[in-house]
């Protein structure tokens, strides 16, 4: 709850700032926060727009502006990581050698590693930036060099997936949530109850609404996920699932 409160106070300072012409930007945002953002600032009647320093990244910073502003106004940097090993670091390794310089987490934005250059990106505030420039030396005990980048030079790797198979007995969130997550009904919509879903970018409070074919979703401490498939199977009315799941 007080997490909650000081987003809600952070993104009312950002409000009146903008309301006096001025243009503000927050720190990085989960795709969570950037719902309750959008919803807060829809509200205020401020315009919000979001950019996390390339259009696959999922944590990006919120902005209010009397202005359009460029993707170069964001305060967003890209750095790459080389070094011999990195195929063996996790993302814990990496946000873990990057809270050890005394960051915050919303200073982070993406950790994307790219197994088939044998480079990770990292997407920073640009203050955070320099200190991980001038600080950094190793991850997860991996001696590693580091190198700013365009942003918009940048290209990402495709994401990987697990495929996940399964049956449900509707498209409501509560049951698929159920079937995916092998949980009981009831803990699936106490799931949903608390805001811990979030699909195609927005939060998900009722229960029957459908994850259908296409979209895409986020269940907090459970993942990314995509559903590649949902049609009727057999004569008891079953939903067939594949959902592929974000390494």
């Given at each position: 709850m007080e997490k909650e409160k000081?987003?809600?106070?952070?993104?009312?300072?950002?409000?009146?700032?903008?309301?006096?012409?001025?243009?503000?930007f927050s720190p990085f945002l989960s795709e969570t926060e950037q719902a309750e953002a959008e919803g807060f600032f829809a509200r205020?009647?401020?315009?919000?727009?979001?950019?996390?320093?390339?259009?696959?990244?999922?944590?990006?910073?919120a902005c209010v502006s009397p202005y359009e502003p460029s993707e170069d106004d964001y305060p967003v940097s890209v750095l790459s990581v080389k070094g011999y090993g990195l195929e063996k670091l996790s993302h814990r390794d990496y946000l873990g050698a990057l809270m050890s310089l005394g960051l915050e987490r919303d200073a982070v934005g993406d950790i994307v590693p790219d197994p088939s250059s044998g480079t990770a990106y990292i997407f920073l505030t640009d203050t955070a930036a320099e200190l991980v420039l001038a600080e950094l030396s190793s991850v997860g005990g991996v001696s590693v060099t580091l190198r700013r980048e365009r942003p918009e030079r940048v290209l990402l790797p495709a994401p990987e997936f697990e495929d996940i198979s399964f049956s449900a007995s509707s498209k409501r969130a509560d049951a698929v949530l159920a079937s995916l997550l092998k949980l009981s009904r009831d803990r699936a919509a106490e799931l949903i109850d608390s805001g811990a879903l979030i699909a195609d970018g927005k939060p998900v409070l009722k229960?029957?609404?459908?994850?259908?074919?296409g979209a895409v979703f986020t269940v907090k401490g459970a993942g990314k996920f995509k559903v590649d498939y949902a049609e009727p199977r057999g004569k008891k009315d079953r939903i067939s699932y594949l959902i592929k799941k974000y390494k």
């Open positions: 000081l987003l809600e106070a952070r993104l009312a300072d950002m409000a009146r700032a903008a309301g006096s012409g001025k243009t503000r205020v009647g401020a315009v919000c727009r979001f950019y996390g320093g390339n259009p696959d990244v999922t944590r990006k910073m229960r029957e609404k459908e994850l259908a074919e």
